[in-house]
């Protein structure tokens, strides 16, 4: 984890009860952090901010640790039977983020340490399912990654999930940050992917988060140690030479992994909702990102009951056929799981 992107940090004092925040509270105090207690991590008032875009950022260099007390698990698709909180928010910037519209006008960093009981609900859903296979995903809200090496909840939820019969775990990040995740006994029950995006996409919107390059060499050494991988691209934007800059992007995806065969790709089109437009342009004022309200976009509603401007049927057809074309090219033994 990188200290300039956290200059706060809260503990709520429940949490100093567990043993993993108690050593999260060590670490950081030896670390130099100034360390706030709270009475609950959903009320966090020390963060400064007078204007929206200041109330993000101050928001975003924010890491609060605390107890997850609802402990019903939310649905996830399509990747996913459930959600599995082991935090929420995300140390990234990116311009795009439907987070921006969820996490409230600071949305800071939430980590959990009452793992054992987040992991001893996901059995509980396990049992209850059987003999159906279960599906978790551990980054819905958030990117785990950058945190783990004070938290250790992924190292932990893998372990779990090895020894789940009727269960898989899937996470995606953007960071590069998995060298303590490598050599862990996954037994092939936990994908790690990663989120990929053009060069140009990753420099203009995705602030704070690994270069192209490192993404690809991450996953390449997850693969190499026998981890289950995947490839979300997303979101795929149309403004330029899409189709060259994409295709750029997957002859360097190519040449790296074209070795492993179990690689799962999920493609999702850029969509946004009008709240989340508002909110971008209070962030981030001289955005380019293509929002414009006309006949390129169709009005659909999601699976949380608001609507989203997507693509039209035309360009989301020209997406599909673009990477189904490119990715059946370069991974003829890969699983598409969805382009939506």
């Given amino acids: 984890m990188n200290k300039a ?10 949490a ?24 609950s991590h959903n009320r966090v008032t020390g963060i400064p901010g007078k204007s929206a875009r200041e109330s993000f950022f101050q928001g975003k260099n924010t890491l609060v640790v605390g107890v997850r007390k609802t402990l019903d698990f939310a649905p996830c698709k399509p990747s996913a039977h459930f959600q599995l909180p082991l935090v929420t928010g995300c140390q990234g910037i990116c311009e795009y983020c439907y987070l921006n519209t969820q996490l409230g006008k600071k949305p800071y960093t939430r980590v959990y340490v009452n793992i054992d009981e987040i992991l001893a609900q996901a059995a509980n859903y396990i049992q209850q399912r059987q003999p159906e296979t279960t599906v978790f995903e551990a980054a819905a809200t958030s990117d785990p990654v950058p945190v783990e090496p004070f938290s250790g909840a992924l190292a932990q939820a893998i372990n779990f999930f090895a020894h789940q019969e009727y269960a898989y775990l899937k996470f995606v990040t953007k960071f590069p940050s998995i060298d303590s995740l490598l050599d862990l006994d996954h037994r092939g029950r936990t994908r790690i992917r990663y989120s990929l995006n053009t060069d140009r996409i990753i420099h203009d919107y995705e602030h704070r988060t690994a270069v192209l390059d490192e993404r690809i060499q991450a996953l390449s050494r997850l693969l190499e140690h026998g981890y289950p991988g995947g490839v979300i691209i997303a979101p795929v934007i149309l403004e330029g030479n899409w189709q060259e800059e994409y295709g750029h992007m997957m002859d360097k995806l190519a ?4 070795a492993y065969r179990d690689i799962h790709f999920e493609v999702i089109s850029h969509r946004f909702a009008r709240k989340a437009k508002s909110n971008i342009l209070d962030v981030f004022p001289q955005t380019t990102l293509p929002m414009n309200e006309d006949k ?23 997406i599909k056929s673009f990477f ?17």
Wanted: no cysteine; proline share 3%.
């Fill in 16 to 39: 100093l009860d567990y043993p993993v925040g108690k050593a999260m509270y060590d670490k950081l105090k030896v670390q130099g952090y100034d360390i706030g207690l709270l009475k």
């Fill in 296 to 318: 390129s976009r169709s009005y659909k509603f999601g699976q949380f009951g608001y609507g989203k401007l997507v693509y039209n049927k035309a360009l989301l057809q020209e």
């Fill in 324 to 340: 189904t074309d490119a990715i059946g090219r370069h991974f003829p033994e890969a699983k598409i799981d969805y382009i939506i």
């Fill in 5 to 14: 992107y956290f200059k706060r940090v809260f503990f709520e004092e429940q």
């Fill in 255 to 258: 040449e790296a992994l074209s």
